[in-house]
């Protein structure tokens, strides 16, 4: 399990970071909210832990910008001293799927955590659908709706679409698509995977002013981004 932390308290981190390594997983952590965007922009994770009161970006922030940016089941667990009805109820509506007050107990937080990564891997094994913003994908049928029409795409392009679709505001890497796409690893395919991305800008409307775009990292990868 991959943990990304939120949270301005060294003692807090180390704590936390010392716990998940203990069990064999591995935590990433940044104190300030822009900086913890910046992560989840380029590390895969598994769960999110979030403080509310940090530096820059708050906690609830960044919540409201990973609801909108990441994967729709990714695992985002409050973790703060604000104990309050109000907050709690806050958070809980905006889309945290738990909300854990300081102090926690060691084994409660592994617990909760694991729950919360089980149910969302229940969630994408059984998916055979999902929506982001106005794209609409049904897997088993390999149909795309666009605001409700049709897009009739190729079974490569939409391979693709699905992959980047799926992990909104994450680099998705070269390697990572090839193998997706071909099965293989091999850098022959990057002129192709360039063709596709194209094709797939052009057939999706994929522009500023129609809210998503695909970024181009340079030599390694694309990630589909939400415009505001």
């Known amino acids: 399990m991959i943990v ?6 060294p003692t807090q981190v180390e704590w936390v970071t010392k716990l998940l390594q203990s069990h064999g997983h591995q935590a990433f952590s940044r104190r300030d909210g822009d900086g ?3 992560l989840l922009q380029q590390q895969r994770v598994d769960v999110v832990l979030l403080d509310w009161e940090v530096p820059g970006a708050s906690g609830l922030a960044v919540l409201k910008w990973a609801r909108c940016n990441l994967a729709p089941n990714m695992p985002i667990l409050m973790l703060t001293q604000r104990d309050d009805e109000e907050s709690i109820v806050q958070a809980l509506n905006m889309g945290a799927d738990d909300y ?3 102090p926690v107990r060691e084994r409660e937080l592994l617990a909760r955590m694991g729950a919360q990564l089980r149910k969302s891997q229940r969630g994408e094994a059984t998916a055979s659908q999902f929506q982001v913003g106005h794209f609409a994908f049904n897997l088993e049928a390999k149909t795309l709706t666009v605001d409700g029409r049709p897009v009739s795409l190729p079974t490569r392009e939409f391979d ?10 994450r680099i998705i ?7 997706h796409i071909w099965g293989t690893v091999d850098r022959k395919y990057d002129a ?20 998503y775009v695909i970024a181009t990292v340079y ?3 694309y990630r589909l981004e939400r415009m505001y």
């Open 4 to 9: 990304a932390i939120l949270e301005d308290s």
């Open 36 to 38: 913890f965007i910046a």
């Open 100 to 102: 854990l007050q300081k």
């Open 160 to 169: 693709l679409a699905t992959m980047l679709f799926r992990s909104p505001g």
């Open 173 to 179: 890497t070269k390697d990572a698509l090839c193998q």
């Open 192 to 211: 192709s995977l360039a063709t596709y991305v194209s094709n797939l800008r052009s057939s999706l409307g994929l522009r500023s002013r129609n809210g």
């Open 219 to 221: 030599n390694y990868g």
